[in-house]
């Protein structure tokens, strides 16, 4: 039979472009948060983190915009690569220590 | 130094069986997480190890799911009694104290196939 499932967010962008990916929080008390890149086959790997009493931080070609007020965490990715091509998916750790991911958005680059 | 590594990296086996799978951290880390993430889903909490406390279990979907960690390193995640829905591949995750917000390091994972 057919099988169904869950299919990721797909973001496709051209090779030099910027890339930018949102990830939306559900828990109001979430106070550190961190993108994970995870490529095909491996696990996932740490990108960059912000904590809540942030709004913005930037790393190599990497930045993670935080809006707490709508619960919106973004990451940008300044002159996008064909190494850049992933599942990227974003971590909310409450004040309790526990990780929550969300399901992750598929980027495709294109040469 | 070395990053966590999991092994076997795929493992096949036919319902009913038992499955174990394996964790070694990375060194001197004294947190140690299990996840698993099925296809196009994020990742399921299974199972938090921390120094010689008592894990939280809280993941664990079934009693078919257990998992050990000997000596405060090598953890074993077992699988009893496999079902198909158990496909899916299983991480493991190390931080060093556990404690504060701290970044999880992933293993490779393990692909298991339950047919």
């Known amino acids: 039979g057919e099988s169904v499932g869950l299919h990721l967010p797909t973001l496709s962008v051209q090779e030099g472009d910027n890339s930018i990916i949102n990830c939306a929080y559900s828990?109001?008390?979430?106070?550190?948060f961190i993108w994970y890149k995870q490529e095909s086959g491996k696990g996932p790997q740490f990108i960059i983190d912000?904590?809540?009493?942030?709004d913005k931080r930037q790393g190599q070609r990497v930045t993670v915009l935080l809006n707490k007020t709508v619960k919106h965490l973004s990451l940008q990715i300044a002159a996008t690569q064909p190494g850049d091509s992933a599942v990227y998916f974003c971590?909310?750790?409450?004040?309790?220590?526990?990780?929550?991911f969300g399901t992750g958005t598929s980027l495709t680059v294109i040469p | 130094g070395a990053g966590v590594s999991q092994s076997p990296s795929n493992k096949v086996t036919e319902k009913g069986k038992d499955v174990e799978l394996r964790c070694d951290p990375i060194?001197?880390?004294?947190?140690l997480y299990w996840y698993r993430q099925s296809l196009g889903q994020g990742l399921e909490f299974l199972i938090y190890?921390?120094?010689?406390?008592?894990?939280?279990k809280s993941g664990l979907p079934s009693d078919r799911f257990s998992a050990e960690r000997t000596g405060g390193s090598v953890s074993t995640l077992t699988i009893q009694r496999t079902q198909q829905e158990d496909s899916a591949v299983y991480l493991c995750?190390?931080?060093?104290?556990?404690?504060?917000?701290?970044?999880?390091?992933f293993g490779p994972g393990t692909r298991l196939l339950v047919l």
């Open positions: 912000i904590r809540s009493n942030m």
């Open positions: 995750a190390s931080s060093l104290r556990g404690q504060g917000k701290e970044t999880q390091y």
């Open positions: 060194s001197g880390h004294t947190a």
């Open positions: 971590a909310e750790i409450n004040t309790g220590n526990q990780f929550y």
């Open positions: 190890f921390q120094g010689n406390s008592a894990p939280d």
């Open positions: 828990n109001s008390a979430s106070d550190y």
